[in-house]
């Protein structure tokens, strides 16, 4: 008999540790690689804020996934994810014995698998170098790489790949994911019933993800709770208050692209800075962009668009009259209203920051650019750089020019050929003031400007602004220049900005893992002084009060700025500012084709000028509303007007009356 039970004690010996001699031997074995669990670099998604650190959108390829070092995870979260899958984690190597024993029972009895008994080791195994199919050749894999991993990993580094590499639903892998994308939180700033929603939700995350199934998600979380409670892992009031909680929970899309414009703008500059893998990388980038301005914009710029479109709809039934206004420069009366497009942007004239940004008016249908990459001939736009020269040259706004028809004659392929310039109401003055030339935008008194001061000396001081490729002939005069939004936004800082050029920026600065990895740095060019740069500014003032930019008006704030219709309407802009914002907005066919003659600078860009300045003065009351007037600036009436000048742009030498007294302003 006893020898009859050393033989029963013997096998059941031999078959109990047959099994763990088996695992013994393939887990010294070398073809169980576990290298993707211990060299873990998953790519990790990229974030693009606003300047106040609003959220613009998430970049990522295959899966959205923020990075959380164990440091950055709370305590609880840990209690709360041990209590539901794992309690005996931190006494066990990777595989909980007693539990796989209970589970075979189980498994038995039923004839399937139907308890998995995995501890957080092996799930993590099966999600990172693992299939998830139900097989034992599978299920002895698994164990033997959890030990593996065990056995070169610290129980902290397992839970920090775990939570970092778990599906929560809704497209977010890793808790810290989840975190932001169902709560807009932290992970240290999770309540406790949060947190048991997280860790509740690896077990099936479709049946218990918040944003589908929000009442299961909730029966899922108090089973947490209840567990953390009757280990005593949680304090009785938490408990009790966490039950009832229901949180708020965000339903939105992974991207969460609210910018397109902006995030495109984002990726380019970030490769031009040597970043090429800015979608795995885990950046945090913040910009310049305000987005309530940039929703400002957005709105002001479609609002313009549908105005043009119902106006032209009016012209051809003949309910809205379709005469050009005074800068009208040809245009058709049968445009193709189908490819109107428009685009803005605008920026802290002071800093070059750029504040929004919108390529055109429809995203979804046209993902070009518009302010980066559209490049148009800028038209009368560009006639105030040409002023500025002359101020800074002596010239004041009280300055006469002629205003009178001129012919040129110039050979073209062999061919001789008459320029016959006009203005746009196709008459002349005779003679006009400098103030009077600029704002009502007088072509001929700007080619006798330049003709006045010399073709090529202006050439040579318009090279100040830093602009290129400036037409080699007369025709620059009128806004020949092509150039994009982008540039000319740039360009008109030079009188936003006191007669400081700033260049414009976009990217403020660049982290990785806390790592300063770029810095936006001021870059700006002298063109002018304070004082002549205002002279400029009085003048572009009129333009909006009585001139050709009278819809670009805004009770309450100073603007200042220029139209511009290039030849036959094919491109109508508005140019202008605040006294710290400087904004440009162009309209135009797709196609290059000329606009409906009516809709010219004036009508269809200074609008939308408008109705931004109208938004930003509500989201913003205390914006700065008047300009101010720098040292050695005098005001006076002249000739009846009001005119200003300094010690280089003086009153003209002429037997004029001076009304009043010249006053001083500082």
């Known amino acids: ?195 048991a929603i997280l860790v509740g939700l690896p077990k099936s995350p479709n049946t218990y993800m918040p944003t589908k199934n929000y009442e299961i998600s909730m029966g899922r979380a108090n089973r947490v709770l209840d567990r953390l409670h009757a280990l005593g892992w949680i304090e009785e009031d938490d408990y009790s208050k966490s039950l009832t909680e229901n949180p708020k929970v965000y339903d939105e899309s992974l991207g969460q692209n609210g910018a397109p414009f902006i995030v495109d703008e984002v990726i380019r500059r970030a490769k031009e800075l040597g970043i090429d893998d800015i979608r795995t990388g885990g950046y945090e980038i913040y910009t310049t962009i305000d987005m309530r301005l940039q929703e400002a914009a957005v709105e002001s710029l479609q609002k313009a668009y549908k105005a043009s479109l119902d106006r032209i709809g009016g012209y051809k039934k003949g309910t809205i009259a379709d005469v050009g206004d005074e800068e009208s420069q040809g245009g058709t009366l049968n445009a193709n209203a189908s490819q109107l497009n428009g685009a803005m942007i605008s920026l802290d004239s002071r800093s070059g920051d750029i504040l929004a940004l919108v390529g055109s008016v429809d995203y979804r249908k046209s993902s070009f650019n518009r302010i980066t990459q559209g490049v148009r001939q800028a038209g009368s736009a560009f006639k105030p750089f040409i002023y500025q020269v002359a101020l800074d040259l002596g010239y004041s706004g009280a300055s006469e020019v002629a205003d009178i028809a001129r012919t040129y004659t110039y050979m073209q392929n062999g061919k001789e050929v008459l320029w016959q310039p006009k203005n746009y109401e196709k008459g002349f003055k005779g003679i006009v003031t400098l103030r009077d030339a600029l704002v009502h935008s007088r072509n001929l008194a700007t080619i006798s400007l330049v003709e006045e001061i010399g073709f090529r000396d202006m050439q040579n001081e318009i090279k100040k602004f830093n602009m290129q490729n400036i037409p080699k002939d007369l025709s620059f005069s009128l806004g020949s220049i092509t150039l994009s939004p982008l540039q000319l936004a740039k360009y008109y800082t030079s009188f936003a900005n006191s007669g400081v050029q700033m260049e414009p920026n976009l990217i403020k600065n660049i982290k990785r893992e806390g790592k300063l990895l770029f810095e936006k740095k001021e870059k700006s060019r002298q063109i002018t002084t304070p004082s002549q740069a205002y002279l400029m500014t009085t003048i572009l003032k009129d333009v909006v009060e009585k001139g050709t930019a009278t819809n670009a008006r805004v009770p309450g704030i100073d603007l200042a700025g220029k139209t511009g219709t290039t030849n036959n309407n094919v491109d109508a802009w508005f140019a202008g500012y605040s006294p710290t914002i400087e904004t440009i907005v162009w309209f135009g066919n797709d196609d290059n084709s000329p606009m409906h003659r009516s809709e010219t600078g004036g009508r269809i860009s200074a609008p939308a000028f408008a109705m931004y300045y109208q938004s930003l003065l509500k989201l913003y009351p205390q914006t700065q509303r008047k300009f101010d007037v720098p040292s050695g600036v005098s005001e006076m009436m002249f000739n009846g007007t009001r005119e200003y000048f300094t010690d280089v742009s003086k009153p003209p030498h002429k037997d004029s009356e001076v009304t009043t007294e010249e006053k001083l302003l500082f």
Do not use: C, W
């Not at 995870?73 to 794992?86: F, G, K, M, N, Q």
């Open 1 to 195: 008999m006893k020898k009859r039970t050393k033989v029963i004690l013997s096998i059941l010996a031999v078959g109990i540790s047959v099994p763990f001699l088996v695992l013994l031997y393939y887990l010294k074995q070398d073809d169980y690689d576990i290298s993707r669990i211990i060299t873990y670099n998953p790519a990790v998604s990229s974030r693009i804020y606003d300047k106040n650190g609003e959220k613009i959108a998430n970049l990522f390829e295959e899966k959205h996934r923020y990075y959380a070092p164990f440091s950055e995870i709370p305590p609880a979260v840990i209690e709360a994810l041990l209590a539901v899958e794992d309690t005996t984690f931190f006494e066990h190597q990777g595989v909980n014995l007693d539990a796989i024993f209970r589970a075979l029972i189980k498994d038995v009895s039923a004839g399937k698998m139907v308890e998995g008994a995995s501890t957080i080791t092996q799930q993590l195994v099966k999600n990172r170098v693992l299939t998830r199919d139900k097989k034992l050749s599978r299920k002895i894999k698994e164990a033997i790489f959890s030990m593996k991993v065990e056995l070169s990993l610290t129980k902290e580094e397992i839970l920090e790949r775990y939570l970092n590499e778990i599906y929560f639903g809704h497209g977010y892998y890793g808790i810290k994911t989840a975190a932001d994308g169902y709560f807009h939180k932290k992970l240290k700033e999770l309540t406790s019933k949060e947190i």
